[in-house]
């Protein structure tokens, strides 16, 4: 059976530049990705299925019995990302299983290895889209309606109407596992337990102004949504700090975007997360209402759209509970990260394990698991999928 | 002869898109308005020649025999910019000439219409690119060597190594007159003459932070480039209205740009302008000083690079006074907006013409002279011609 290190190391060129990944859904280092997937599962005699949203399950087991235990994450990155966020859980799954399979286990329950297809929303803007089409959280024509920024459309390149909701979810499924980096700085030991995902979302700010000559265009005549967009950057940053929360705005879209042009348009996105709904929405109204304020000011104009909200998640408590207990009493956190166990825990049972990541960076080709806590990882992965099946 | 109309809906819709115009220099757009230059030349039996740097020259009377008088602009947009800001100055300058002809007039000095390549640097990055090839202020290798934003260098576009400085320059051509649109609102008769050229120049501002998880990471642990930069584009407002300069960051690039990650690295430029250099450095140097407070505070790093500076340009003032009267006693008044027009001052005895611009609007798809005005302009320009010739 292949080390860790081996796996690894066949996985990190792909998609892999001189500035972090660029792995995007279904473009040609996440496809070739994908193909190492069907090759891993091939040379462990595990068939693997597609449930029509862009999401491969390997199975171990007869796929789509009742009960199955899924475990696994996402292949795709953010723009110039990490190695760890997403593969890790993959590639724990695989490695978790030659373990399982060593040991001589016969597992009573399929269990499957899952690779969900644009968890970041890197290419067509909204999070963890492949869970959501198979809980249903979101209609197959909206997603298939999605748009990358080449205009190329999620159904495009997917290749057909995303199928939706899998049938009988909460029966085929028992129980999901995800293995993934932490990304808080927030675990001194080898290997954690999610207790929470802190609710979240992205709102789009488009800022609306006058474009104009920026060297002749006296200060007093100019309406410009540059001023708006970095006042409210700042007032976001001012609130987050406040309320113990985070937000965000770190994607910026100027036009025309010159050197000597005054900006018409400025459009960005709010991250926004916080410990539960009621202080996320007060931080979000108020960065609303300052950058709004400040619009009048710079007689510029502000219009705010939802893109995505996630409410908080809870784990299931005692499943985290008898986790965390069955690896020895390891701790149980919680995150303000965004995940596909976080979509599937509204149907079935959910936990999350995390890996220790020194540095806390994530999201930056700078990200970094030890080799020793991921190998830690696989085993506490292998353990669980053991208690569970 | 054409009328101004005919010529003026012959261009209009070259380069046009749904969001004004993209004329950057040597691109189709602006290599199919070179062609229109061609015959626009040669239905008037005037020979074009090339000075080697991608400047074009239509002549009436002997090509670079002494004392030429030339007239003309450029063709080149700004990022979706507007129809007049320097097309204006060619068509007129053909006009200018049918007008004379009509009349009869018969030139002392051969007259030549220009037009100057990439004089909005809105594809090399270096405004005025032509006519500081032309007259050695720009060495023809480093010219060669500016990028677009695809890679291509202005040497490949120009298919050689620029000829750089036009030998005898200062014999060849006795004067230069560039006909333009008014840019600052500042204008309230149809015609008016430059007196002088703010100074002004582009400093590239690079904040460099901590690329991390924008969901994940600690306010308290982030070193995110955008507030820094956020921070300096309204301490470079303030400033600049406190100074009664102009100054604007207009243009941003941030890496990865995406919503999800904070950046490590926002680029960004200062353009600024002031009556006289002392105020112009006052400024920048107030704007990086409080940009490099800043960063201290939010854990980043500025690196500040001088791209462009243009001293201030005092047109020749009897020329000035001169051309005033002639035309009537019409206003003369600065402007804070780079020409070709500026960069010949230096060498040669050099004057502008105004043509009124109701909203003062430019560098926008809103930019707009009215036919009556740009009609008074060629006027201006036939009696300039004729009094210099």
Redesign the interface.
């Known amino acids: 059976m292949p080390t860790f290190r081996e796996l690894w190391d066949g996985i990190a060129p792909i998609g892999r530049g001189a500035?972090?990944y660029l792995r995007y859904a279904l473009t040609e280092p996440e496809l070739v990705l994908r193909d190492w997937f069907r090759n891993q599962a091939a040379r462990r005699d595990m068939p693997v299925t597609d449930d029509g949203n862009g999401n491969l399950f390997a199975w171990w087991g007869d796929p789509w019995a009742h009960d199955a235990v899924l475990t696994g994450s996402h292949f795709d990155s953010?723009?110039?990302?990490g190695a760890y966020?997403g593969p890790l859980g993959i590639v724990s799954g695989f490695l978790a299983v030659d373990r399982l399979r060593e040991q001589g286990y016969a597992p009573t329950k399929p269990i499957a290895i899952v690779a969900f297809v644009d968890e970041?929303?890197?290419r067509f803007g909204l999070?963890c889209l492949g869970s959501r089409l198979l809980t249903g959280a979101i209609e197959p024509e909206r997603a298939a309606a999605l748009r990358d920024v080449d205009g190329v459309t999620f159904g495009e390149a997917l290749g057909d109407l995303p199928a939706g909701l899998l049938p009988g979810l909460d029966r085929r499924i028992s129980a999901l596992v995800e293995l993934h980096i932490e990304?808080?700085?927030a675990l001194a030991v080898p290997v954690g337990v999610a207790s929470a995902i802190?609710p979240?979302g992205?709102w789009r700010f488009d800022f609306t102004g006058?474009?104009?000559?920026?060297?002749?265009?006296?200060?007093s005549?100019r309406r410009?949504p540059?001023?708006t967009?970095?006042?409210t950057?700042?007032a976001a940053?001012k609130e987050?700090?406040l309320a113990g929360a985070?937000a965000?705005?770190?994607?910026?879209e100027?036009?025309?975007?010159?050197?000597?042009?005054?900006?018409?348009v400025v459009r960005s996105?709010l991250?926004a997360?916080a410990e539960d709904n009621a202080t996320l929405s007060a931080v979000v109204d108020a960065v609303v209402k300052r950058a709004t304020e400040r619009a009048g000011r710079d007689g510029t104009e502000l219009t705010v759209t939802p893109e995505s909200q996630s409410p908080e998640v809870d784990f299931d408590t005692s499943l985290a509970d008898r986790l965390a207990d069955l690896l020895g009493g390891v701790p149980i956190l919680p995150?303000?990260?965004?995940h596909d166990a976080g979509v599937l825990s509204a149907h079935v049972p959910t936990a999350m394990l995390f890996v220790r990541n020194p540095t806390?960076?994530?999201?930056?080709?700078?990200e970094h698991a030890d080799e020793q806590d991921c190998l830690s990882g696989i085993d506490a992965l292998a353990k669980v999928l053991r208690d569970l099946t």
């Open positions: 500035n972090g953010v723009p110039h990302g966020d970041e929303g890197g999070p990304q808080g700085r802190w979240h992205r006058h474009g104009d000559h920026a060297g002749t265009t006296k200060m005549d410009d540059m001023l967009y970095a006042y950057v700042l940053n987050a700090r985070h965000t705005m770190a994607r910026v100027v036009e025309p975007n010159a050197t000597n042009a005054i900006p018409s996105w991250d997360r995150t303000s990260a965004g806390g960076i994530s999201h930056s080709p700078a």
